[in-house]
């Protein structure tokens, strides 16, 4: 127990933590069992070391930072290991990489059900459904979602300001005000489209090459994340892969699932949860019309973030499919983004149309719509045009 204790420690003191998570402050830490999904090199343990650092003494034993990938844990199991660190005093525990571990589920509801008094906190893939599929902690659970930075966070980091969020509301209602406030302390748009091009993971901080880690983190996810949670063979990995290398060079896809089926050479059905596969590991997003979902047939399927449409697709990128994609991205975190029409139509929360960009000829500007436009301040003469930024600030 003191090796690990030991390995906390230095993790905590060693953490490079350059712009605090908003994630942090919503989660609900006094709850018991708390589960931080997302996909890989998003920044999970990262948030784990942050959040033992922030609220716990470097040198206490109240606290403690466990990976799974230990092959300690190839012999000893989990219960045992938190049964001792309770027995010690421990009061949080903090659990990496679970999905990796047999039986995580029914484990965490042995700790839950006999260490009254520990909370756990651990790290899920984004592929792993922990409320639907493990009903040993479906009912105990709270789950929450690390996503990418946002163009906010991005700009933070990047300037060194403490810019605030807000709400999409808030966004509708106080536009011109919130975009005059930011726009006195930063010009957004000389940071927006390098986010574009390599803002939304984390890894872009460190010196790689960030197009070929990129595509090492998908890889990794489809070989390992998807094929191991989901119990795919590898042999179909190809098709996987396949299927999304056709969405990225049609994006926005408009799905023909009978041609996608015979494209990579399996069934209609076999595509549709390839699709729900692929959403569930953030390589992509599906676009329906309002009322429905899976297992209903998209309209559209963008790449989850423009990041990956660059790496995917490293010719002249198309702007306004760009733009779509990071205006569905920053949306989808808390408000409901529907089809409302084939003509790349955008309704939010059942109330608000948009389409992204401005409209071929600006004097048919339609009352009926909202546009999400490459500006830096709102333009006083078209109140119906915000620029498209501005989105990023949601989360």
Request: proline share 5%.
């Amino acid at each position: 127990m003191e090796a690990f204790y030991r390995t906390h420690k230095y993790l905590v003191t060693h953490l490079g933590t350059p712009v605090r998570r908003g994630l942090m402050d919503e989660v609900d830490w006094s709850q018991r069992l708390i589960g931080i999904k997302g996909c890989r090199e998003i920044g999970k343990t990262t948030f784990l070391l942050s959040y033992a650092r922030e609220c716990f003494p470097h040198d206490g034993h109240e606290c403690l930072y466990v990976n799974l990938n230990n092959f300690l844990f190839t012999e000893r199991t989990l219960t045992d290991f938190a049964g001792e660190f309770y027995a010690a005093g421990g009061k949080v525990l903090l659990i990496d990489q679970i999905f990796k571990y047999p039986n995580w589920s029914r484990e965490l509801r042995y700790c839950y059900d006999h260490y009254t008094n520990l909370r756990i906190v651990f790290t899920g893939s984004s592929v792993m459904r922990i409320k639907e599929e493990n009903h040993e902690v479906g009912d105990i659970v709270a789950p929450y979602y690390l996503r990418g930075f946002s163009f906010r966070e991005y700009l933070n980091l990047k300037t060194g300001l403490d810019l605030q969020p807000f709400s999409f509301d808030m966004l509708m209602r106080d536009r011109y005000l919130i975009a005059r406030d930011i726009c006195d302390q930063v010009n957004p748009g000389e940071y927006f489209h390098d986010y574009l091009h390599h803002g939304f993971y984390p890894f872009f901080l460190e010196k790689r090459n960030y197009s070929e880690n990129l595509l090492k983190m998908m890889n990794m996810t489809l070989e390992v994340d998807v094929l191991y949670i989901r119990q795919i063979e590898q042999r179909y990995l190809p098709k996987l892969r396949r299927l999304l290398y056709l969405i990225s060079q049609n994006e926005p896809c408009t799905l023909n699932i009978s041609q996608l089926s015979k494209d990579i050479g399996t069934s209609r059905a076999t595509v549709m949860n390839y699709l729900k596969y692929l959403k569930d590991a953030r390589m992509i997003t599906l676009l329906y019309p309002r009322g429905e979902e899976f297992p209903q047939k998209p309209v559209y399927a963008y790449l989850y973030n423009p990041n990956l449409l660059h790496v995917m697709n490293r010719q002249t990128q198309d702007e306004r499919t760009v733009n779509e994609a990071f205006f569905f991205n920053q949306l989808l975190k808390d408000n409901r983004v529907n089809a409302y029409d084939r003509h790349n139509s955008f309704l939010v929360n059942d109330r608000y149309l948009f389409r992204v960009s401005y409209p071929e000829a600006r004097w048919k500007v339609s009352p009926d719509f909202y546009y999400a436009v490459d500006e830096v301040e709102p333009p006083l003469d078209e109140p119906n045009c915000i620029p498209l930024w501005m989105f990023g600030f949601l989360y």
